[in-house]
């Protein structure tokens, strides 16, 4: 297996493990992939729930721009939600799962289709 293929059976283990879900390996590949390079890059790859700037990029980057949702307070609602699903004190929150977790919360699979 190539690097991407073992970080993306990581980030199915965590959904399973630690957020309680069977994830649809499809749409996880495909929300991987569309993290780019940044799921090489330790910093990168992970979000960092404590910095409320980590939570509006990925607001602003993501949920505004890549799924197309319009801003609002239900969105840093979402975020926070996904972040105590994951755990707060889990130290590796990886970008990819944050986002996979998200793209079913608003139900915008169809934004990776």
């Keep these: ?15 399973k493990t630690k957020c ?13 992939i569309g993290c780019g390079p940044a799921i090489y890059n330790a910093d990168a790859s992970t ?5 409320p700037e980590e939570l ?13 949702l319009r ?9 926070n939600k ?3 699903t994951y755990g707060k004190s889990e130290r ?6 944050v986002y996979y977790m998200l793209t079913k919360h608003f139900g915008k699979e169809a934004v990776y289709g």
């Design 92 to 97: 590796n929150k990886y970008r990819a799962v």
């Design 56 to 68: 509006e990029t990925v607001k602003a980057n993501f949920l505004i721009k890549k799924l197309g």
């Design 47 to 51: 979000v960092a729930s404590s910095q």
């Design 1 to 15: 297996m190539g690097k991407r293929e073992d970080l993306i059976a990581q980030y199915a283990d965590d959904l």
């Design 71 to 79: 801003d609002g307070p239900e969105l840093l609602d979402a975020i």
């Design 82 to 84: 996904v972040v105590e």
């Design 20 to 32: 309680g879900m069977n994830p649809d390996m499809d749409l996880l590949t495909k929300v991987t």
